[in-house]
Structures are given as C-alpha cells and as structure tokens.
C-alpha cells in the first residue's frame, strides 16, 4: 500500500527530550512528498510555528485534537465547562501550574509537579474527562477528543481516509492516533504502551526514529 | 574584545526567505557557549517556541522589541492607541488583513498586500509612528520602540551591556539592533540599508551567513 500523507507529534518525537528540534527529523520530513501534518497536544500557534519552521504547510493538530487548522480553524470547546471543574476539584489537593491559559481553548493543560495517578483517582467522578501525562505536560481532557479524532477530522478535510497516513509518535497521548492511521510508527524513546500498538518501532531514538522510519517505506515502495 | 552573548533575528536569518528553519543557523547556534537570545517582530508565543526549538533558553525580544521575556514577560503597550488610529486611517484607503490580531499586543502587523509607500505618506500625521516592511509583514509601531531598545533591556536584565553582543539579522527592522551591540552582522541576502550599518556581511546567505559570523568569531577568540 502507499500511503498519501504522514501525521507527525512533535514533542520526543521531531524534538530531543529537552524540546530541542532534532534536524534529522526536519530533513527527513522535508524529503516526503506527500503532505506532513503535524500533530500535538500544544497550543494553536505552537503548532503553527513549528509547521512554518519544517515548511509542511499550515494543515495542524493541536491541543491533543480539540484544534484543528486546514484553511480555516476549527475547535471543540464544548467539553471545556468540565475540564474546569475536574481542575477545580485537583487545585484543592494540588499545587498546580496552569499552561498557556490564554492560548488553550479546548482543554487544561498542567505543569507536570504533581501525582498524576492520584489525579486519575481524584477525577473518577468525571465520566467525561481523563487526564494523560504525555512526558511533557499533563492534559485535562475530554476522553472523547483525541488525535486520532483530530487525525480523522484533517483526513476528512482533506479528502483522505485516516488509513492513508502513516503517524508517527512517542507517547500515549499518541496512541489513538496510531490506531486510526494506515502505519502506525513508535519512535525508539516511545513509551511502551505506544510501542504495542505500533506497526513499526525504530531502533533510532527522536529524529533518527523519524528518518529511519520515512527511509524504511521508501525503500518499500510505501511511501514517496 | 570577546563577546558575551549573541542576539539573532529569526525570519531571513535563521529561516529561509519561505520561513522555513536553516538547520545551519540552528547547529551554529547551538555550537555557542554563551546566551543567545531570539529577536523577532513575530509574537511572543512564536519567539518562545523558536527559543525552545532552538534550545536557546527563555529570553526573547518579540514584537520588534515590545515585548520582552527574562523569567518574566515585559511589555510595552502604551503607544497602541495610536498604532489602532493609524490602522483606522489605513483601513480607508486599503484592504487591510491583520496579523495575529489576539496575540499581537504592543504594536499591529499587516499581511503585506498593500503600497507601503502610500501607506508612510498617509502616516505622517502620527509623529510618534512609523511603518516598518519586513520582507515578511508589515508593522504598524512606535518610533521609540525596536529591536534595539528590546536589545538594551534584555541585556539590563542579563546584567550585560547591549555592546556584550554579537547582533546578527537580515532586514531594516534590525537596524537599530546592529546599531546597539558591539559587532553587527548582515547576512548575506540582508537588505542594503542593513548592510550599511553591519560590522560584517557574511558571504553565506540565511543560516550559512549566521554560521560563517559565528565561525569567524570564534576564530578571532572573539566569541566562545
């Protein structure tokens, strides 16, 4: 099968634990010629630089799949009244960091400083929400959007099926939008669960695991 | 003199003139072992992820030097008034399309699709404004702010001296930021009037000319 696009996270995956950009991802990304979306639980205009700076064109994923950018933006607030209160209820047993609070409109986002398994217990009163730890940050949000929702959403827009993306990523917040996707790729730093639903997982770490990846379909014939 | 620090535009210096990130400019920078510090007209938001893509750190001059972030963000919104009057002014004798108009807090960029000159002409009823062409959008500012005074702040807030620094850049908006350091550089498709005020013009053009400026002064033991 050749694939027709490629869905890529950012954070651990195109960039170093420490967020630096990893230019063997860049370069790698920027040999396909196929459209790259990019994919993350980061703001709107995080997600926009970061795709002005690879040069793959403004089609975004942002906020874990609540934003989404092709032409026009489009957003799920709808789920925000209760990300609040689940926030409301955590601030009366943690001390919390609140992220982006002017930029983040689809759901909470939280310095990683306190105990996220308590956390989970803590929102069981919550149906609707989760709360995911992706490394990098801690999100407060709806368990019906994620990026496989984002990813077939932009699909849609684009005039594609999720199936025809290869998604790449290297944290759980990932995994849904592996499973949608046609190729499912775990970078070598990816987190175990991630790497179970993963078609491919990469010996190289970072940009090296997205370079090895994009190099192993081309020879395949899967990907141009 | 050996200098103590480096401060760099962003679009057309470290980018490509598609904006696209020159992974020269990116290793040339990470090489340094002094600070280096983000100067763009762009938002804070873009300037802190380029910071942390780049691995920079977190001090950044955005907005053409209103708004300026060390630890804590500092910004300066008193000439906004007037930027809004003179785009109202603007609006009548152009179709206008606003850049960032949420984020944007200090001064207002404008797409560039309209005649500058006419629009400078059309100004000169506002003493205390000017408008500024980038290369990549157009800026509606004080006169007593820029990269330059961004610079001099910045490097207050470092306990340095604004002539501590090696200022490299590509386009008119960075002149009064050459002026200021103590060793300005043009790279090498800047614009003419910048390279009349740079101590240097490199050969290299975008990331190449930010990787020969940095190459040649640590040469001359002039940088670390």
Known sequence: MEFKAVVVDVDGTITFADRRLDCRAVEALRSLHVPVVIATGNVLCVARTVAKLLGTGGIVIAENGGVVEYGRVESDTSHMKECEEAFELLKRHFVLERLDPENRITEIGLRRNFDVERAKELLMEFPGIEIVDTGFAVHIKSRRINKGTGLKRVAELMGL???D??????SPNDIEMLKASGFGVAVGNAHPELKRVA???TMGEYGAGVAEAVGELRERGEIR
């Open 165 to 170: 993306f290869v998604a790449i990523g290297d």
């Open 199 to 201: 078609r491919m997982v």
């Open 161 to 163: 099926d999720a199936r």
